[in-house]
C-alpha cells in the first residue's frame, strides 16, 4: 500500500535499503506477513540465517 511504502522509504530513506533490510529490521514498520513477503521478492540480499528459516528460504549450505 502507499502508506506502507511511504513508512519503509522514511525509515530505511532507499529502495536499496528497503532491500537490504532483514525480516527483523522490516517487521516493526510492516508486520512479520508484509516483512518475509518483501524479504522474498528482493531474494536474500538482507536476511539473516533466522529470517531465511523464517520464510522457509533454502539453506545455501545444503548444496555443498
Do not use: C, H, M, W
Request: net charge negative; no cysteine; hydrophobic share 35%.
Amino acid at each position: 500500500s502507499d502508506l506502507g511504502e511511504g513508512k519503509l522509504l522514511r525509515n530505511f530513506g532507499s529502495l536499496k535499503r528497503v532491500a537490504e533490510a532483514s525480516v527483523e529490521e522490516l517487521k516493526p514498520i510492516v508486520g512479520l506477513p508484509t516483512a518475509t513477503k518483501i524479504v522474498a521478492y528482493f531474494g536474500r540480499g538482507g536476511q539473516t540465517e533466522a529470517d531465511a528459516e523464517a520464510v522457509g528460504a533454502p539453506d545455501p549450505r545444503e548444496d555443498e
